[in-house]
């Protein structure tokens, strides 16, 4: 669903450690949901999808969990890198629509 | 390698002065769509075409509008900005998502100035 006008929350993890990325949508009729990782000055890239027949889907170093009783969607990294210090955002798509996520700020500590 | 591509990357303008932001792409999809992220915060989505079909989202101000004038190419016209304008747009992509729930495809943004 859409969190527009919301400031990022944050979050700060040592490399190497798994990172946890929470994201709550608001549209029951949403039926696929994306996680994008956007760096500073850039465009959001790709990272992994999922369906809404599916409560899970790994990708390399990445799942997404989808639990649709609460409308939750979450994404981990595993054995988090210093490139993966970026703003990640889930969003989910009704119709044609693509709608974000507030995002957050994943910083990894060296 | 790019497949969409905004033009320009950095774009200043004057207060109420036209401004028009590029964006064309390679992968022949029929949806492209305008996003407006201001800092730290999601994007928003303005609108988008669905091959020459024009939806607008409710929220979005009389002064954005669009041309799509082929399949390549999408303009994002703002006829009289306002320094509350100022941000970075967003043109991405997608094929048929409601059919075959593929992902969008983003170019890098145009981060709009406004003096």
């Known amino acids: 669903g859409e969190s527009v006008g919301l400031h990022l929350p944050t979050l700060s993890v040592q490399e190497g450690d798994n990172s946890i990325i929470n994201c709550a949508y608001s549209n029951s009729a949403s039926d696929y949901f994306i996680w994008y990782k956007q760096e500073s000055g850039k465009g959001p890239q790709f990272i992994i999808d999922?369906?809404?027949?599916?409560d899970k889907r790994q990708g390399q170093r990445v799942t997404v969990l989808l639990n649709k009783t609460v409308k939750h969607l979450s994404l981990q990294i595993a054995a988090t890198q210093p490139g993966d210090s970026a703003v990640y955002f889930c969003a989910d798509l009704t119709g044609n629509q693509f709608y974000f996520g507030t995002g957050t700020s994943l910083t990894v500590i060296p | 390698d790019a497949m969409v591509i905004q033009n320009p990357r950095y774009q200043v303008t004057q207060f109420g002065k036209p401004v028009t932001l590029s964006c064309s792409q390679t992968?022949?999809?029929?949806?492209m769509y305008w996003y407006q992220q201001k800092s730290s915060q999601a994007p928003k989505l303005l609108f988008h075409?669905?091959?020459?079909?024009?939806?607008n989202e409710a929220d979005t101000p009389d002064n954005f509008q669009s041309r799509r004038p082929n399949t390549s190419f999408c303009f994002l016209d703002i006829r009289s900005p306002g320094l509350g304008d100022a941000a970075m747009y967003l043109c991405?992509?997608?094929?048929?998502?409601?059919?075959?729930?593929?992902?969008?495809?983003f170019g890098d943004g145009t981060r709009l100035s406004i003096l």
């Open positions: 992968l022949n999809h029929n949806v």
């Open positions: 999922i369906r809404s027949n599916m």
């Open positions: 991405a992509t997608s094929r048929d998502p409601g059919y075959s729930n593929q992902p969008q495809h």
């Open positions: 075409y669905y091959d020459k079909d024009f939806n």
